[in-house]
């Protein structure tokens, strides 16, 4: 697998908190993407990243926010998780004119 | 918009069968296609892709897409089909302007009996 690891890769929270996962590159590339999985939908793009600080939204970006302080880091956050924000989420990394690579996956479960 | 259709939730073959998972694009400009699997509880393995060139793209574990621009599609196909082939499979594309980000089809279940 390419260097890429998400954190933590299962969490189960309540609904009204806060959630942050983490996806860590260490593949120096400069892309960095959040997709939700779920049944029906395939993977959804949620937030993508082209620089350190440059962020933009994807297709279901509502109740989530993201920020790219370094390279090798992407965090997603939850502000305030929701029942429908119970998914599987990956972290995908690619270069310019590359394929994406993907992380493990985090499931989410909102109780 | 760009988009992605995989017609078929659902794929069965038999072992030592040809195989064939659809994929249609649409997309400004010219497609960047790939192919992606997934198997339970994993990460997607990137499989093949088309940027330029031969219509007929060659990738990982045997499996091979052919790119027909005037049809729009991307076909995933195998010769012959393993039972270790069973997996979920995505389709991508992007368009070649360096800022597009990949837009995933709905994915196909493909199932290889013995």
């Known amino acids: 697998d390419a260097g890429i690891t998400q954190s933590p890769r299962h969490k189960v929270t309540e609904t009204g908190t806060p959630v942050t996962l983490r996806c860590h590159q260490t593949?120096?590339?400069?892309?960095m993407y959040w997709y939700r999985q779920d049944p029906g939908h395939g993977l959804r793009l949620i937030h993508y990243?082209?620089?350190?600080?440059?962020?933009d939204k994807g297709e279901v970006s509502d109740g989530y926010s993201v920020s790219r302080s370094k390279t090798e880091d992407f965090l997603l956050t939850l502000e305030s998780a929701t029942s429908s924000q119970t998914s599987v989420y990956f972290c995908?990394?690619?270069?310019?004119?590359?394929?994406?690579?993907f992380g493990q996956g985090t499931r989410l479960t909102v109780v | 918009a760009q988009s992605v259709a995989q017609p078929e939730d659902q794929v069965n073959v038999a072992e030592g069968n040809p195989l064939t998972v659809k994929c249609t694009y649409s997309?400004?400009?010219?497609?960047?296609l790939f192919w992606y699997v997934q198997y339970p509880n994993r990460g997607l393995q990137f499989l093949l892709k088309?940027?330029?060139?031969?219509?007929l793209v060659k990738g990982s574990y045997g499996f091979e897409a052919e790119f027909n621009k005037s049809q729009t599609s991307f076909h995933l196909k195998k010769p012959s089909a393993l039972v270790s082939d069973s997996a979920l499979y995505f389709c991508?594309?992007?368009?070649?302007?360096?800022?597009?980000?990949?837009?995933f089809g709905k994915g196909t279940m493909l199932l290889v009996s013995p």
């Open positions: 995908a990394i690619s270069d310019v004119g590359r394929e994406a690579f």
């Open positions: 593949e120096n590339h400069r892309y």
């Open positions: 990243s082209y620089g350190v600080k440059d962020t």
């Open positions: 997309v400004s400009g010219n497609p960047y």
């Open positions: 088309y940027i330029t060139g031969d219509n």
């Open positions: 991508a594309v992007r368009d070649d302007s360096g800022y597009s980000t990949l837009t």
